[in-house]
């Protein structure tokens, strides 16, 4: 897989799922703030891990439109968001990488809002939303 | 009689927002949040859950353990399964439908992919096309 397919698997996903629309970033940003960063293992006839992270804000506003509710439940439900995020983004890329017959099982995400995790070495795609907010993506396999 | 279904998942916002879908096709909800509670949750009700939908990749007991749980019990016998997955293997589907799942839906998925898969379970089908 390609850094640029990743981008356009990633930015489908998170359009389709959460209404967050993303591009490729043209140039290195920074993220705004704290961060949410999700990780999961590929197990299966495939190996491999994925990442994800987004900055907490964007997090909780995503959570909060599709919720619909209160801003302090979406708060509390901004990791979890992310962990799902990531678990629909992880179906995605392993049909994109190895094909729809492909049997693994993802094994459910490890969520960490404080550190950026010591992530798999392997593709990173750096995504701007419309708003400015970096969103990173990371596969490794 | 109307459809009650059980939403098992353990992201909060992917409950919420199926509930939503639910609601508006006119089915009453109840939800958990891991698959161990789902599984109390209809073994205390077994004759008012009469639709589970539920994720496969879950901490703790996962959506394939749930089934071999509810087959074991006998309590699949008068309940639709929908499993909820981000897994997108025709094979896996076809082996959750094997272990009593009687379809899959591919995450993300809007209303009208649900509604799909309503209208396909055959106790259900007049009662989501009345909300239509």
Known sequence: MSPDQLADVTIRVLEEAAFVFAEPANRPIDFAGDVIAAHMHIRGDRVGSIGLRLPRDLATRTAASLLCGPIDEAEQAAAPMVGELLNVLAGAVVAAEWGPEVRCSLVPPEIEAFDLPEGPRGIHVMLVTLEGDRIDVEFAA | ?132
């Open chain 2, 1 to 132: 009689m109307g459809v009650h279904a059980l939403i098992v998942d353990d992201s909060p916002v992917t409950r919420k927002v199926m509930r939503r879908m639910l609601k508006v096709v006119g089915l009453a909800v109840d939800e958990v949040s891991e698959a161990s509670d789902g599984l109390e949750a209809l073994a205390l009700v077994p004759a008012g859950v009469n639709l589970l939908l539920t994720d496969l990749h879950m901490p703790n007991m996962d959506g394939e353990q749930l089934l071999d749980a509810l087959a074991d019990r006998g309590l699949l016998r008068d309940m639709e399964v929908i499993v909820c997955t981000s897994d997108r293997s025709g094979a896996r589907h076809a082996a959750l439908r094997a272990r009593g799942a009687n379809a899959c839906i591919v995450k993300p998925f809007g209303p009208e992919a649900l509604r799909d898969a309503l209208v396909r379970l055959p106790m259900f089908a007049a009662q989501v096309k009345e909300h239509a």
